[in-house]
């Protein structure tokens, strides 16, 4: 067998191979930030493991083949539409249940007011490192402020600064303009701002 | 950016301060993920790579063959299901047509020998035979 020059296109196994470990690579690196843009958006943590996984597979099965560079926004764009398919099945689902329920004994209308203890007990507990306690609070603070942001700006202002997206990339990713996701990201970042500050956290 | 300052760089820079302490935190937070969640992402992964189309090491060409002959195996299983279920139809019209000769086969070489049995009496279309060549 000749030797390939450098530079040179790779033989067929080579590229498969090489494209199944950047894909591999790629998931591995994205899989937990997907998980939370789709925990922000749907509230919900099976929900948001089966879409991840939905996404996941849809990259592989169609995109596989597509060079390293474009599988970031390939992979948002997916997982964007799967998290809206998602929340149009579960609003058609709510539909049913509200009406379903409007005819059936209301019982578990009330919630049950251990639940709400049981998660905002965490000050209550043993303090550990203080810098540990006080940044999960943070954490906690700002991923809640994340999730009660409109979809469009979280989705874009999660985009350009978590995954690293430039505005043409987010642009591409949400099917819109380039004005619009400046636009979804300024004001994303002053609700964002006015949250923290309120809460009392500094930058 | 261009260097100079407007309203809109000083807001972008804030914007840009913003984003960057919020990934720090929220990579900070998928880093502390639940053990079940990150196990889920990985199968997840897995399935997905598996679902792959095609496994490394398999030659182009190879694998070009046989899914071309896989695409005509495809396309030819239904032709192939149609023309056996008229190979077995034909085949059970043969018998059954056979069947009826023998049967007619017994009545017959009674009839040339003479020996009629019982059962040729109460046959309808033998007494109509039996007219019709008497009367001739």
Redesign the interface.
Known sequence: MVKAPAGSHP???GQ??AS?IE??DF??GV???A??QAQFALRD?EAA?DV??EA??K???KY?ARPAEELPLLFQRILQNAIRDHMRRSRVRNLWVSLLSAFGSGEEGEPDPLESIETTDTGMLPAGPQGRLE?SQ??SI??SE?SKLPARQREA?LM???E?MDIAETAAAMGCSEGSVKTH??RA?HT??AA?RAKGIE? | MTPQQSPYSLDFAAERELGLFVRNQLNAGTAQLDVPVTERLFAARQAALAGLPTQAGELSLASVGRSGWSWLEERLRPLAMAFGLVLVLLAGNQTLSLQHIESQEDIDSALLSDELPIDAYLDRGFQSWLADSSRQ
Do not use: G, N
């Open positions: 033989q067929a196994t498969t191979l199944r894909l591999s998931l591995a899989e937990r930030r998980f939370r943590e493991l991840v996984q996941m597979l990259l592989a099965e596989a940044q943070t954490l700002i991923e994340i202002f350009r600064y978590w690293e990201c300024s970042s964002l701002a923290l930058l």
